[in-house]
């Protein structure tokens, strides 16, 4: 599926929004846009300062969707700000809102985590629902990255462990068939030259015998790791991909906007 139409299929998807802003006009504003999306219902909780902001999420955040964040609180200010939401919350999407036109602390607050960054008076309501959109799309796809890089790492840690018991096991034998014909030397009669001769020769079968098992399951092994790690690179370069696609949507989609802007100012 194309990330335009993951955006498409989210339309259809209730949202819950946490906006920490101590700016009532700003708030007010935040209601208007957000009253007039295409989702079924967006159920915005408010909090004012940092505090509040944070004491809810850790009561309420596998009930979030969203985090518009102000990086102006009476009790917060700046990057600072971000990080405490964001340590408490990782894997929220948190859209960044500065009065601040200030280039370097949005890159590095998209950087440090934060999904977006909008300036206010800069973002209409489309540009706004744009980012709440491709935020959680984003993050949604980052997860699926992450998930299948573990599970790369976990498959090729049982086949490693796999090979090693394989391996322990062979010299386990190696080593018992060697103490087994030291005590028979030790404790039986003595054996003709011939008897000792077959005695070896079966030893020696049976360690044969015992290593091409070893390497047969090595073989096998290595190709069910070598498919294990085609299929998941296949995942991982598709996870890949789904995050450029909606990075270079997202950055069409702002420059669009600030043409249209021009546009309407000329």
Do not use: W
């Not at 990080?83 to 036109?101: C, E, R, Y």
């Not at 190696?174 to 039986?188: G, P, S, V």
């Amino acid at each position: 599926m194309l990330a335009s139409e993951k955006v498409m299929d989210m339309d259809r998807k209730s949202l819950q929004v946490l906006v920490i802003e101590d700016n009532p006009d700003d708030i007010q504003l935040l209601r208007r846009y957000l009253g007039k999306t295409s989702f079924d219902r967006i159920d915005i909780q408010h909090c004012e300062r940092l505090a509040n902001g944070l004491e809810f999420l850790e009561e309420k955040d596998g009930h979030i969707d969203v985090i518009l964040l102000d990086l102006g609180l009476p009790d917060g200010y700046g990057l600072d700000t971000f990080t405490k939401v964001h340590q408490l919350a990782p894997k929220i999407p948190i859209i960044v809102l500065s009065g601040q036109d200030d280039e370097n602390l949005a890159t590095q607050a998209v950087r440090e985590g934060a999904q977006d960054y909008l300036v206010k008076g800069k973002f209409d309501g489309d540009l706004l629902v744009r980012s709440m959109r491709y935020s959680l799309e984003r993050i949604r796809t980052e997860e699926a990255l992450r998930l299948a890089r573990d599970e790369l790492e976990t498959r090729v840690l049982e086949r490693t462990s796999e090979l090693a018991q394989a391996n322990a096991a062979l010299n386990r034998l190696i080593a018992e068939e060697i103490t087994a014909i030291l005590t028979r030397k030790d404790h039986l009669p003595e054996e003709s030259p011939y008897d000792q001769r077959q005695r070896e020769v079966g030893t020696l079968l049976k360690l044969q015998d015992e290593a091409s098992k070893m390497l047969r399951f090595t073989s096998e092994m290595v190709q069910k790791m070598m498919y294990d790690m085609a299929v998941l690179t296949a995942k991982l370069a598709a996870a890949e991909a789904e995050i450029r696609n909606l990075q270079a949507e997202n950055r069409k989609y702002r420059a669009d906007a600030e043409d249209r802007k021009s546009e309407d100012m000329n």
